[in-house]
């Protein structure tokens, strides 16, 4: 195999968050890698709509088609709530080419989603002043996901929104592979007072150290509260018969096959696995109350990728202290930030076998939180500084 073959296994997994907002933890993809991009258009009026599951389920199906594509092979990704991110070597272009049109088909058929889709390569976002460096950030013993850093994976989406490096969808009645991809777990309610979905980016030319330091600091925040602000309980998120997801795992599921059949076989393995919870039977080696530990373990509540994005069980106290911070850190010209509040989050997953640790599991608020977010980000202003104002960011006394 060559060195970029083993770039991203190689990597170092982190287990510190914290550590992770400081760039020198991240390394530069090698430089004829690809990226892709995809998001879906008018993902804030379809969450005003009320059809947010809908929306993270066609996000992560990105993810769920690149995994199968590359045929269980590790390579960097992130969730975006409405859309995602990912990289890949240069020889695993063609399948990712093939795996984000179909998924642009898919949602068009299944659901009468827009979605656009772009693979962009790493040299050109280098030429254009960015760069894509990644790490890994180890969440539990089964699992780690990648940490974007260096304005690339931003720069590929925005050059994307604007018609540039856009795939046309697949011919009509092209399917991804979205074996594993599901939606049964119920809504996560806030224990703490309110889900919090949090999502900051650094203003160009910004300081990295200053908007490090910013990052620092609510991350700080977040760790005070109980299990780091985690939305799930430790024992994993709650089931319920039927699961409101049924339908949408029936249309990522059923190939070519009946909608009904698919969703008759969600429900029925999801009232398996329900009762297999409430009861602690074990069947066939598998501990379903251990896999709902697992999924809290893996699961993706907090993030960077060119910006920082959590989802938060945040009480009133400390969403008044991040709030706070990220407005002083916005006066001072350093970032541009969006929030949403909700009652619950939830959960979208990628699940390649219940037998293994290693499924995957993106958290959202209930309402879109992610989506909402950023909608808000994009009213802000960035107000003009004094030079003297930067002087005051807060510092992480931690670091």
């Not at 269980?72 to 709530?81: H, I, K, L, T």
């Not at 069980?313 to 002083?328: F, G, K, M, S, Y």
Request: hydrophobic share 45%; glycine share 10%.
């Amino acid at each position: 195999m060559t060195v970029t073959d083993q770039f991203y296994p190689q990597l170092p997994r982190i287990s510190a968050f914290d550590e992770l907002t400081r760039s020198a933890r991240y390394t530069s993809l090698p430089h004829d890698w690809w990226i892709g991009v995809a998001d879906i258009v008018n993902s804030t009026g379809l969450i005003n709509e009320g059809r947010y599951k809908t929306v993270n389920m066609v996000g992560a199906a990105v993810i769920s088609a690149m995994m199968n594509a590359l045929r269980g092979a590790s390579f960097p990704f992130v969730f975006g709530g409405d859309g995602a991110g990912f990289a890949v070597r240069p020889e695993d272009c063609a399948a990712a080419r093939d795996a984000l049109a179909r998924v642009a088909r898919w949602a068009q058929a299944e659901f009468g989603l827009e979605m656009r889709v772009a693979l962009v390569p790493v040299a050109d976002a280098r030429a254009a002043g960015t760069d894509v460096r990644v790490a890994r950030f180890q969440v539990s013993e089964g699992a780690d996901y990648a940490m974007f850093d260096g304005g690339g994976l931003l720069w590929a989406e925005t050059q994307m929104k604007a018609g540039h490096y856009l795939l046309d969808p697949a011919p009509q009645g092209s399917l991804p592979d979205l074996t594993g991809l599901s939606c049964r777990w119920s809504p996560m309610p806030a224990r703490n007072g309110t889900i919090l979905s949090v999502l900051v980016a650094p203003v160009p030319d910004a300081a990295p150290d200053r908007v490090a330091d910013v990052y620092d600091h609510i991350v700080a925040l977040a760790q005070g509260l109980e299990r780091g602000g985690h939305p799930a309980p430790a024992t994993g998120p709650g089931s319920s018969w039927p699961p409101q997801g049924a339908r949408l795992e029936a249309h990522a599921t059923r190939g070519a096959g009946s909608l009904g059949a698919a969703r008759a076989k969600a429900l029925f393995e999801s009232f398996v696995a329900w009762l297999l919870i409430r009861t602690g039977i074990t069947l066939a080696g598998f501990d379903a109350r251990r896999y709902a530990r697992v999924v809290a373990e893996n699961a993706d509540f907090r993030k960077l990728d060119d910006g920082l994005k959590m989802t938060l069980d945040c009480d009133p106290e400390t969403q008044a202290q991040i709030e706070t911070v990220l407005r002083d850190a916005e006066a001072m010209g350093l970032i541009r930030y969006g929030t949403a509040t909700q009652d619950a989050a939830m959960m979208t997953c990628i699940v390649p076998s219940i037998l293994t640790d290693d499924h995957v599991h993106f958290v959202d608020g209930a309402a879109g939180g992610y989506t909402l977010a950023a909608s808000q980000m994009k009213k802000r202003s960035i107000r003009p500084v004094a030079a003297e104002q930067i002087d005051r960011v807060p510092q992480d006394k931690h670091r």
